[in-house]
């Protein structure tokens, strides 16, 4: 059977090249543009992600405070499910740093030594928008002389990240529907081109499975192939752009869902989405156009 | 025996005077049948009624006994498939060669690849286009789409073969290869309906001649000419 709507396939394309071709461009370039457009939401959202893992509190302790309840007090801020990382720093490494910093300004490093530079803890947050809080529950502390971070920065970025994320959310939902609209309307020109061919059919005895069955395997063989092809392409530019340019591995799916996925598997999945559309779109578009055709 | 029966059908399109009203007339197996008429006296009507691309505002059409009003969507291919159509403006498919256009007579009815290679090319000679069969359709004249179509029409050896004014958009020596060719099918069993308004034709062949005028049968005679 298969090779028979095979057959007939080779023959279509052959005599309607142009038409083919052009089927075939349309869908694929949809495709591509689809998949480009998600990919440049998914690594924005993943790029301003980083950012916000840059962001950090310090808390400064007093002199005074023993260095064993600060490490009691890290160890209780890395059980807390908000925190992605908490790193103690004592008062000779903060010497060290300090140093390193100023290794140039000899007299400068003469007139001080470790006692005078407090420790600190500094905590990062998975989410921008908890660091204010952990802030908060640490200037409750006793021992805690100062808590430093871009309080102003950090949530004008909370903002405007979070409109990024809601926007490019949007933005994806309406260009798959914008896209598969595309995508329909073209196997609908295809299909309407030969519409007086259709009705002869009937008019001559032919039944709707005679009539369907080769058209709905070309709309799905053109879906898929399309879809394929913009896949591969998809997926060797965004390995290409995630490894090389943006040196991330990782990538979100989007900015609200809080688990990274490797880049590989990303475009993995977004190949699986555009050829399970390509299929689907193939086979209901054609059904839909052959609608008409199809009453007695 | 009875084949096709049109018992008091009546077509009327929204707000228009009836394109036929009141038609009663019987075909019997093996007739040859002029229906004849001026322009718009609904001749084509009543071919579109007999294979139901068409219903009837009233009325009924009776195919071999059965009704063809009645019948349901899923039984039309098969009605079509017992009727042979040749159409006035043809009604070939572009995309397909010649052979290719008669073989869809044959694959709509689930025919094997050795059927239609043994029967396309028999059909193709026998309406004088043997030798074109791997041409396309915009490659032939208006006497070898009309023997093409009558090629399909009887590639699966229809019970009738209705013709809506076959020789309509043919010069003369090609309507009489075409009269010729209808005749001899009708030689050889195949029940001939012809819709036509060729009056030279018609009287030529001193067949039966049903008369429509106004969408009514004025007359129906054995042996008639176009004006009785």
Known sequence: ?296 | MKQVQFENVKKQYDGAAPVLNGVSFLIDDGEFVFVVGPSGAGKSTLVRLLIREELPTSGDILFCGESVVGMPNEALPGLRRRIGVVFQDFKVLNSKTVFENVAVALEVVDSTGEVINDVVPNVLNMVGLGDKADRFPPQLSGGELQRLSIARALAHEPDILVADEPTGMIDPAASDQIISLLEKINSMGTTILIATHDKRIVDSLKKRVIRIEDGAIKSDKQGGTYVQ
């Open chain 1, 1 to 296: 059977m298969y090779s028979k709507l095979f057959e007939n396939l080779k023959t279509t394309i052959a005599r309607e090249r142009l038409l083919a071709v052009s089927t075939f461009v349309v869908m694929t370039l949809t495709f591509l543009v689809l998949g480009l457009f998600l990919g440049v939401v998914v690594l924005t959202q993943t790029g301003i992600r980083q950012l916000e893992e840059q962001a950090q509190v310090t808390v400064f302790f007093k002199d005074d405070y023993p260095e064993a309840n600060i490490l009691d007090l890290q160890t209780k801020a890395k059980t807390d499910s908000r925190v992605l990382d908490v790193t103690y720093v004592s008062k000779e490494q903060a010497f060290s740093i300090f140093s390193e910093i100023n290794k140039n300004e000899p007299l400068l490093l003469e007139s001080i030594s470790a006692s005078i530079l407090p420790a600190s803890l500094e905590i990062k947050t998975k989410r921008l928008g908890d660091l204010s809080a952990i802030a908060g529950e640490f200037e409750k502390v006793d021992g805690v002389e100062e808590i430093k971070y871009f309080r102003d920065v950090v949530e004008k970025f909370k903002f405007w990240s979070t409109v990024t994320y809601v926007v490019g959310a949007t933005l994806v939902l309406a260009f798959f529907v914008v896209s598969y609209a595309v995508i329909v309307a073209t196997l609908h020109a295809v299909i309407d081109s030969k519409g007086v061919e259709y009705e002869i059919l009937k008019l001559v005895g032919a039944s709707d499975t005679y009539v369907k069955k080769p058209l709905i395997f070309q709309g799905v063989v053109f879906g898929l192939i399309s879809a394929v092809v913009a896949s591969v392409v998809l997926f060797l530019v965004y390995t290409l752009v995630a490894f090389k340019f943006l040196g991330f591995s990782q990538v979100l799916l989007f900015g609200f869902i809080p688990y990274k996925i490797n880049t590989l598997v990303f475009s993995g999945m977004l190949g699986a989405v555009l050829i399970a559309s390509g299929g689907v779109l193939g086979y209901f578009g054609s059904l839909n156009a052959l609608k008409r055709y199809l009453k007695y």
